[in-house]
């Protein structure tokens, strides 16, 4: 009953424990799924661009070659109106939602004179890279009037070698991220470096964010969950988390664990307020019930002090000669009046041990003299179960500090419930181990054992193995908790050893006796 307060809180620990290991799981588990749909994105999306601008890269090409004779006439006559709106025409059509165009010689100067200013440095740099070293790697533009990157092709075929380089929306870009980007993330095309530059996202070119700086911070870089290479381009596609996400998810994951958790928690301490209300009533039970033990016990005392006195002085022929019949009921009811003084006398040892007002007379004593005589006080006890004890010291003194009368009673305790739970015809046998400090008594029979379930009992109050009326030699269940609470007011243990049908061994250790 003690421990039930120490069960409930291990409990609810370990539930809390529980929960949080669910939760922690649960935690991990969620940033690995959206761990592994972000390497999927940007993987698939890294993949769709670059085929996208391959794609771009082929029809750039293709369209030099179908419109070679414009381009030459072009290049020829590079400051014809006519000829220009001809091909911005025919970009048009081929490109819908096209930015613009120029032409450019291998060296990377443009034939139309910077086109009102939309030709600017990146794309000029773009330009002489891809004349020098045939590279064409697109990336933002910034523009005025447009962002946008830029698709080159060489004219190898005309009279002198070209490039035609087309600029397009980066808008288009956008709308591919827009429509491939998943449910809480962001999706954009960064350029690598120290503090990344923000080239694209799926809400249009940098120039749209409502920002101030489009290198991303390091709480955003901290956000990223995946990036990939775009081949054949100087962009990452970039994962990053929405900033809410991971927050409102563990939100979610504390207030179910609560709304599991506080019930429980509720619940618990209505067990605990039950058994603490029950255990005050158990405790004002017990105090009720040892204060009426105490005040019968001291009523009875006297009265059947003075009955068994009465009736011994029938039995020995006081009252005159009484017939064998009433000589037999006379006797009879001495043995039962013995029987009630010792439950007295036990009850009230019993009493005085647990309040801590019983007296001990602490003083050296032969620890195999007491034992001795227990077993001399004993010996006509043991013979009504046809049953002896033996006991062989190898020593004739071993000293302890205690008071000698309480050890007879506790010895005594033993030897009579091992003579009457033991075997008939059995040995009993009285053993001493004596250590440095400690010397240890076992008294050992050879009956049925202790039954497993009535281990845990076996030294509590009116507990008993068998309490039935059948039971061998009587007694109230009051011996052993006695004895044990002797040994322990001695500084001692007490404690027993038990198989079915091999038998029990009592056993207790208390301190030898050491002269100041």
């Given at each position: 009953m003690?421990?039930y307060p120490v ?10 424990l ?6 922690i799981a649960r ?10 749909v972000a390497?999927?994105a ?23 070659k179908?419109?070679r004779?414009l381009?030459?006439q072009?290049i020829?006559q ?5 000829y220009?709106q ?11 939602g ?9 060296e990377?100067?443009?034939y ?9 440095m ?10 020098l ?8 533009h910034?523009?005025?009037?447009m962002?946008?990157f830029d698709i080159?092709?060489r ?13 397009f929306?980066a ?5 591919l991220l827009?429509n491939v980007q998943?449910a809480?993330y962001?999706l ?6 120290e ?20 290198h ?6 901290n956000r ?21 996400l991971?927050?409102n998810?563990?939100?979610?994951l504390i207030?179910?664990?609560l709304?599991?958790?506080v019930?429980?928690l509720?619940f618990a301490?209505?067990m605990?307020?039950l ?8 405790r ?9 033990l ?8 006297t009265?059947?002090?003075?009955i068994h006195g ?9 009252g005159?000669q009484?017939s064998?019949?009433a ?11 013995e029987?009630?003084i010792l439950l007295?006398?036990?009850l009230?040892?019993?009493?005085q041990?647990?309040s ?18 227990s077993?001399?006080?004993n010996r006509e006890y043991?013979r ?5 004890y033996?006991?062989?010291p ?12 309480r ?12 003579a009457?739970?033991g ?8 053993t001493?181990?004596?250590?440095v ?8 029979d050879k ?7 009535f ?5 509590e ?16 269940g ?7 609470a ?11 050893e038990?198989?079915?049908d091999i038998?029990t ?8 006796y050491?002269?100041?």
């Amino acid at each position: 009953m003690k421990s039930y307060p120490v069960f409930i809180l291990i409990t609810v620990a370990f539930f809390g424990l529980v929960l949080l290991w669910v939760a922690i799981a649960r935690n991990d588990e969620f940033f690995r799924h959206n761990e592994a749909v972000a390497r999927q994105a940007t993987a698939g999306v890294a993949d769709e661009i670059a085929r996208y601008i391959v794609n771009k890269k082929r029809l750039v090409k293709l369209f030099s070659k179908e419109q070679r004779p414009l381009l030459d006439q072009l290049i020829r006559q590079p400051d014809s109106e006519s000829y220009q709106q001809k091909l911005n025409d025919k970009l048009r059509e081929f490109f819908p939602g096209y930015f613009n165009f120029t032409i450019a010689d291998y060296e990377g100067g443009t034939y139309i004179d910077d086109f009102d200013g939309q030709v600017n440095m990146l794309c000029q740099v773009d330009i002489v890279d891809f004349a020098l070293n045939d590279l064409n790697s697109p990336r933002l533009h910034p523009h005025p009037f447009m962002y946008h990157f830029d698709i080159m092709a060489r004219m190898a075929d005309t009279t002198t070698n070209h490039i035609l380089f087309v600029s397009f929306n980066a808008d288009l870009l956008s709308d591919l991220l827009s429509n491939v980007q998943p449910a809480n993330y962001e999706l954009m095309l960064i350029l690598p470096g120290e503090k990344p530059l923000i080239e694209i996202t799926a809400e249009g070119p940098r120039n749209s964010l409502d920002r101030e700086d489009f290198h991303l911070t390091f709480e955003e870089v901290n956000r990223i969950v995946s990036v990939h290479r775009v081949q054949g381009t100087q962009w990452d596609i970039a994962a990053l988390y929405r900033s809410d996400l991971f927050t409102n998810f563990q939100q979610q994951l504390i207030l179910q664990s609560l709304m599991i958790f506080v019930p429980f928690l509720i619940f618990a301490i209505i067990m605990l307020y039950l058994y603490r209300r029950a255990e005050n009533l158990r405790r004002q039970a017990e105090v009720a019930r040892d204060e009426f033990l105490a005040t019968v016990s001291h009523e009875l005392r006297t009265p059947l002090t003075a009955i068994h006195g009465s009736l011994a002085l029938i039995a020995n022929g006081v009252g005159g000669q009484l017939s064998a019949k009433a000589d037999e009921l006379i006797n009879i009811a001495q043995k039962n009046g013995e029987r009630l003084i010792l439950l007295v006398n036990d009850l009230l040892d019993m009493r005085q041990l647990e309040s801590g007002k019983m007296d001990f007379d602490m003083q050296p004593v032969n620890l195999i003299d007491i034992i001795q005589h227990s077993i001399e006080e004993n010996r006509e006890y043991a013979r009504q179960f046809n049953v002896v004890y033996a006991f062989n010291p190898q020593q004739d003194e071993i000293l302890l500090n205690a008071d000698q009368n309480r050890l007879y009673q506790a010895m005594t305790n033993l030897l009579t419930n091992a003579a009457k739970y033991g075997n008939r015809n059995d040995t009993v046998q009285i053993t001493l181990t004596p250590s440095v400090h400690s010397v240890r008594v076992c008294i050992e029979d050879k009956g049925p054992g202790i039954p497993s379930e009535f281990k845990s009992r076996v030294f509590e109050k009116f507990s008993q193995s068998d309490s039935s009326d059948s039971r061998s030699g009587g007694g109230y269940g009051l011996g052993l908790s006695i004895v044990k609470a002797i040994i322990e007011a001695h500084g001692g243990t007490v404690g027993f050893e038990s198989d079915k049908d091999i038998g029990t061994k009592f056993y207790f250790d208390l301190p030898r006796y050491t002269p100041d």
